[in-house]
Every structure is written in structure tokens, then in C-alpha cells.
């Protein structure tokens, strides 16, 4: 995002006695839209925790409110059916003081068929300063973020990306386990259409964790974990940039769970959905249940302790079984705590960068 | 009235089918081609005294029959706001094409005499080149019942083609080869400004007409891009090599049965290359051609645009067949050298702005080619030869369009004066808002292109020449 960087100034100093910070924050934090991990530092996902870090403390106060945001008016626009990470994003604004509108696509303009380019307009016209988007379709936060001035922040693109999810993944995961480098972590399930498990795979990749990916292969997506001969050899006369940038994040690929989860430092389940059997991916849920579970004789397999992971909303006994879902080693419930912790931290960093 | 003679000196003439390529001179008379080899001009001043004669210099510039496109999407009639016969044709000209064929899927589709007429009129009218024009395989092009092929030969049409979707029926197209491969073309006359004269299709010419195929197996499509490392990091829905080489696959099977003649529209990937090489080697019908984003850009392009840092979501660079990888590139260049593929054919798809200013998935399939072709073909790695080949008689002879217009796609004596005249060394930046064509969709805006057409003669007539070059 060299583009808006090189556009942005630094940000400014603010006056926020209630937030207790790291102190080099500004430093690294220049990002201007939130739109996936791919093109995150490492130091700026450690400012990311860090800030985390910060608003649990925040929200753990008997009056959780900490008005940094006072004044900032919110934008959260949902094409896209949405529970818990639309709640958390509002809950989150709330809690910082800003003005928070939730717009979904019934009920608005979008059915009269206006534009998403149209939509967003508007919404900058009114005031938005943060739009917070989600849309079925891969790519379009970042059509929006192209054409208008709010920041945007992606809550979730198609099977693309979801890096609010991937970041409180990451938070929770660090604060079980620890430093990520070196760890393996296996993410189980549909990874070809979702976007928890891309932004997820990015997130751990740029901090360094082992990645191992287990699915059926009609439920990978093309030439992940696959040798790439062509991506190093782009022709000149293609003109196009390549050099230097990242494909695809590496990861091993091992179709046998029993395998995949032997010596896993943790354990990332997806959430399958029905569909898919309708498309000829699958062959039943009984088959997937009974290939792809994550159970307690697989568990079993893992580190001693190893935790489970699912974005929600899940299937108990399809791709997750009852008892793991709810035993110790589950995560699920911080997973959605700290949900509102990182979108505090995220709409906090981005009040300066303009 | 006086004798018109144009002679376009001192250029590199390059005419493939004549094997000619001397620094030389072009000698037109009227409307056709008179001489085309080394100094012509005592030929030229012999005239008499009510000779007129007109002089374009092409020093250092090559002059070449003028290019045939076999896949243009002329949007008229219906789609008057993405293109219009007038601009479509304007577009050709200064791309230096001087024919191109006009896919049927127009609203109505070119499946009956009475759109067909329509269209050959509007471009006798308003036409700045020669339009031919493509009838539909089938009603409505809807892959069920076929058009009347017969009378859509005598109405002119140079093959039949349902582009944009596939022949999906095996058995239809089965039957489409077969009963086209009994049609004549007929003979094309067009003068400008009026309605061109056809006299009907000579029956035992023995090749019969093409059925031209958009392969791409519906099962298997249903995606917005290529499959590959690209969709996957941009999460978009991707179109197997395989949804096209099994089309393929089975169209070449169809045309060893058949004895009919199969023309395989913008061909985009490495297997299916290869099977068109191995059908040709072994003898069957089988004809294509190639795009010259499919020879020069990858599915990348759908990721990165010029100047644009973050993940692009380019829809100026959604298209059917979709960018595919570096691999298929280059079996495409491969396949273009050794003449696997005949022509290279711009699958000009104009469409409007707002068609395209929206998320990946809801946008608009297609590019405009046809002012870009020349210069995209010089800069993929093919050599400067073979694209002027692939431009001119590489398509005349695929589909056999020499039978409707003799001499057409050479500088052979008598043949239509349709002259393009370019600079291969020239340098120029690709701005859409420039294009005189109304879609301004392409991939290519910003970046710089080599080889640019100086002018271009249609029947005699200057119909384009470049600012600032005299021509």
C-alpha cells in the first residue's frame, strides 16, 4: 500500500489519557484501510496486540468506555448476513465513543439498486469517516476504499479475506500458546471458500508459524502448498509487477487429519457449509464428519494442550465434535471476546492515518 | 472522370502471401491494387495527362495488406450504448484493420436475413471498413434449434458462430459442422455508401463454411477468472484450462466425423493448443485463432494494475476465455510461430463504463482490442513477420474469405486496395480516454506499446492516418 502511505502524514499526536499504549505505535502504524493481511508487517500485527492488550484492560473496567473515538462517525455496511463480527465492530466503536451507524443491504438503497461506488459515496457525503464493510463479493471493499475517502476496513470479502478475524485469531492464539515462529498450526476444513482461512494463513505466515493444511482436495483452492516454477520467471514483456512480491504464503498440505493434527501446537477448525455437498464436493456430511472432524482421539494426537479454534458459527459434530468444541483446550468463547478488543484496537490505530 | 492512382513509396512492403518483403512501392489504382513490390514509380507516371496521382511516403515504415479481424463484437444492433457500427468501424481503422468479421450476438442476434441485411446496410452506410458478418449458429443463439444456415450464406455471412457461449449440445454442433460444411460463401461486393450486392454462395468449393466455437464446457466454467494462484489470492472463482480443452477436445472429435470445418475462437490455453496442433497434424478441419492479451498478459493482470499498489481487482481485465498463466502464454506464442494458430483476432468486446466500475463478479466480460492489436501482438515475444502474417492472410485463408473477396488480405494485383501503413518501432502510451471506439475497457491503459499504425486505406481511401505523420 506504498500509494497511500507515500500520500498519508504521519500520525498526530492525540490527546487520549484513557488509552494506555505502547509508546512507538505512530511509528509503525501508517495504514490508512484495513483491507486484508496479505500486506501487514510483522510490527504492525505486534502493534495490533500490543493495542489489543490495551482495550481488554479497557473493557475489563467496571465502566468500559474510553471516548478516543469521540466525534468519529462509523459506518457499518453489511451486504452480507452477519452476527457476531457486525455486533463486535459496534460494540467496539461504542465503547471508544464514536458514532456508529449500521446500514445492511435490505432495507437501503442498495435494493433500489444503487451502486456499491454510489453507496459508499453517499456515505461519505453524510459523514462516514470509517466504513466497515462486508460484502459476498471478493474484492469489493477495496473498490470501495479506490473510490471514496472513509477508511475501510474489510470485515469480511467473498472467499477472499476477513483480517479482523485473522488478527484475533492471531491474539488468541499468542495468548494461549505464545510466540507463533516455528509452531505448527493446523487449519482444517472448506479453505477454498473462506476467508477466515486465507486471512488466517497469511496472518500466521507473516509471523512464522508452520502451516499445515488439511482438507479434502475439493475443498482446496488452486496451487496452495503446490510447487510454483512460474512465479519466479514472470517475462518482461508481461510488464507486470512480480518481483519481490509474495504469490502465495507456503504451506504443507497433509490430507490425513490423524496425521496433520501429530505434534500440532494448536488446531484451527472452519465452519463447512451445507452447501457444498449440493455441488458435488463432498459426499455426505457422515464422510466428511468421519474424515474431518476435530475430535478428542485426534486432539489426543496434538501437544498436550494444544487449543481449538473456530471463526463460528459452527457445526458441532460436523467439522467439530460437541465435546472438543466445549472442552479446555477450546477457544471459541475468547476467540469472541477478544473480537471486539482487536476492531477497539484496529479503529483506534486508524484514527490518525489520513 | 479522372484516373486516381495512390502510390505509397519507399516503405518496407510486407505481403505474406506473396512471400514479398523488399523496401518498395504500392501502387493503387481506384479501388484496387495495382503493383506492390520495388520502385514503382515510372509505372506510376505513365498515366495520361488526366492521371492524378497521389503520393503517400512510407520511408522507414512498413506498408502491409490491410488487417482482417475474425472476431469483432460490433454491439449493433441493441447494444447501441457499448459500440456502434460507425464507431466500431472508425476503431478498426485506426487500428489498421480494414476487414472484420461481426459476432451475431447482438440484440437480435444475427440468426435470421433480416439482421443480417441490417447490419450490412448500416456499414455500406456508416461503415469506414469492410464488415463481414457472422451468423448465429442457432435461434436466438440459445444452442437449440439451428438458424437457417443456407440463408444466412446467401446473406453474406462468412461462418457461424453462437460466441460468447459455447455450441453446448454435442449433437447440435454435431449437426451445425455437417449442414455447414455443404454451404458456399458467397460473393461480396460492398462500395461505400451503398448496399453491398452479394450473388449467392457457389455450391462445391468443397470447404464448406466454418463453425466457429467459443469452447468453454458450462459444467466446468461458472468462474470470473482463471483458476490459479491468482484467484486463490484474490478469492475469486476460478475457470479450470480444463473447461476449455474439453470443449476443444470434443469439437476436433466433432470435426473428424463431420468432415466440417471447426474454427476455434480465441484459443487460451497450453493443452488446448496442443490438441488443435495434433488434430491438424493428423489431418482434421480444424482452424484458430488467438488474442493479443491472450499472447501478452497473465491472469496477474487481474491483480496488478499500472501504478496501482494494492490488490487491483482489475475488471478491465475480466474476460472469457480469462488471462491465463505464464505456461499458456507461452503455448500460445508456440502455437501463433508454428502456425497451429492462424490468426490473431482481437475478440473486440466494448462495453460501457458503468459495466465495468463495479465489483470483479458483477462485471462486464470482454475488452476492447482492436486499437491496441497490433502493438500488444509486436510486444509479446512473436516476431514482427508472423503477426503481419497473422493479421492478414493467416485469417483470409482459416476461414477462406478469398472465396467471398478475391485477393483480400494480400497486395496481390486486383485485389482491394486495403493498405495499412505502421511504424514497428513506435513508441506510444495507452490511454482509453483517446479510443475512438466508445469502450475504453482494457488493461492496457498506462502502459507504453511498441508499433503504431501511421495510416490506414480502405478501397482506395485513406480511412485513418495518425496526427502529425502526413500520411
Known sequence: MASSRTSESRAAPQQVTEVPLAADESRVWRRRHVLDLDDFSADEIEAVMETTAAMKEILSRDVPRAPALRGTTIVTLFYEASTRTRASFELAGKVLGADVINLTSSGSSVEKGESLIDTVRTLQAIGAQVLVMRHSMSGAPYLAAEHCDARVINAGDGWHAHPTQGLLDLYTLRSRIGALKGRRIVIVGDVAHSRVARSDIWGLSKLGAEIVVCAPPTLLPAELGKPREDLSTLRPSSGQAGSGRVALPDVTLEPDLDKAVSGADAVMTLRLQQERMAGGLLPSLREYSRLYQVNEARMAKAKPGAPVLHPGPMNEGVEISAAVAHSAASLIEEQVQNGVAVRMALLYLMRGSR | ?471
Request: with cysteine; proline share 5%; charged share 20%.
Open chain 2, 1 to 471: 472522370m479522372a484516373r486516381l492512382l495512390t502510390i505509397i513509396k519507399g516503405g518496407r512492403v510486407l505481403d505474406p502471401a506473396n512471400a514479398v518483403d523488399m523496401t518498395g512501392d504500392v501502387l493503387i489504382e481506384g479501388d484496387v491494387i495495382k503493383a506492390a513490390g520495388a520502385d514503382l514509380s515510372p509505372r506510376a507516371s505513365t498515366g495520361s495527362a488526366r492521371t492524378e496521382i497521389k503520393v503517400i511516403e512510407a520511408k522507414g515504415l512498413v506498408v502491409a495488406p490491410g488487417f482482417v479481424d475474425l472476431h469483432t463484437h460490433l454491439r449493433e444492433p441493441g447494444y447501441e450504448y457499448k459500440e456502434t457500427i460507425e464507431t466500431g468501424t472508425r476503431a478498426a481503422a485506426r487500428g489498421g484493420f480494414t476487414t472484420i468479421c461481426a459476432m451475431p450476438n447482438t440484440e437480435p442476434a444475427m440468426d435470421n436475413r433480416g439482421t443480417v441485411d441490417y447490419v450490412m446496410q448500416r456499414a455500406a452506410e456508416q461503415g469506414l471498413v469492410r464488415v463481414l458478418p457472422i451468423g448465429a449458429v442457432t435461434k436466438g443463439r440459445e444452442g437449440k434449434l439451428l438458424a437457417e444456415l443456407g440463408e444466412l450464406a446467401d446473406a453474406g455471412c462468412i461462418g457461424f458462430s453462437d460466441d460468447g457461449s459455447p455450441v453446448a449440445d454435442a449433437s447440435i454442433m454435431r449437426h451445425a459442422l455437417e449442414y455447414a460444411s455443404a454451404l458456399g460463401p458467397s460473393t461480396i461486393r460492398q462500395d461505400s455508401g451503398q448496399a453491398p450486392s452479394i450473388s449467392s454462395g457457389q455450391a462445391g468449393s468443397g470447404r464448406g463454411l466454418a463453425i466457429i466455437d467459443h469452447c468453454e464446457d458450462p459444467q466446468l466454467a461458472g468462474g470470473v477468472m482463471h483458476e490459479g494462484w491468482v484467484s486463490t489470492r484474490l478469492g475469486l472463482k476460478g475457470i479450470p484450462s480444463a473447461s476449455e480443452e474439453n470443449m476443444v477436445a470434443r469439437d476436433i472429435a466433432l470435426a473428424r466425423q463431420t468432415g466440417g470445418h471447426v474454427h476455434i475462437a480465441h484459443l487460451s490455453t497450453a493443452g488446448a493448443v496442443e490438441l488443435v496442433r495434433r488434430a491438424r497434424a493428423e489431418g482434421a478441419h480444424v482452424t484458430a485463432e488467438v488474442t493479443p492479451h491472450h499472447l501478452a498478459l497473465t491472469h496477474e493482470a487481474v491483480m496488478h494494475r499500472e501504478g496501482y499498489e494494492r490488490l487491483a481487482y482489475d475488471t478491465n481485465a475480466k474476460m472469457y476465455p480469462p488471462l491465463r498463466g505464464e505456461a499458456d502464454v507461452a503455448a500460445c506464442i508456440a502455437g501463433l510461430m508454428d502456425g497451429t494458430i492462424d490468426a490473431i483476432a482481437t475478440d473486440h468486446a466494448p462495453h460501457a463504463v458503468q459495466e465495468k466500475l463495479c465489483e470483479f463478479d458483477l462485471a462486464a466480460n470482454g475488452i476492447v482490442g482492436l486499437e491496441t492489436a497490433l502493438a500488444l501482438s509486436l510486444t509479446a515475444a512473436v516476431t514482427l513477420e508472423r503477426v503481419v502474417e497473422a493479421l492478414t492472410i493467416g485469417p483470409v485463408r482459416a476461414l477462406g474469405l478469398d472465396r467471398s473477396i478475391p485477393g483480400i488480405g494480400t497486395l496481390s494485383e486486383g485485389a482491394p486496395a486495403d493498405v495499412v501503413i505502421f511504424d514497428p518501432k513506435r513508441e506510444w502510451t495507452v490511454d482509453p480516454a483517446d479510443f475512438v471506439s466508445k469502450g475504453k475497457s482494457t488493461p492496457l491503459a498506462g502502459r507504453t506499446l511498441r508499433g503504431a499504425v501511421v495510416a490506414t486505406v480502405y478501397a482506395g481511401e485513406v480511412v485513418h492516418a495518425l496526427e502529425g505523420t502526413g500520411a
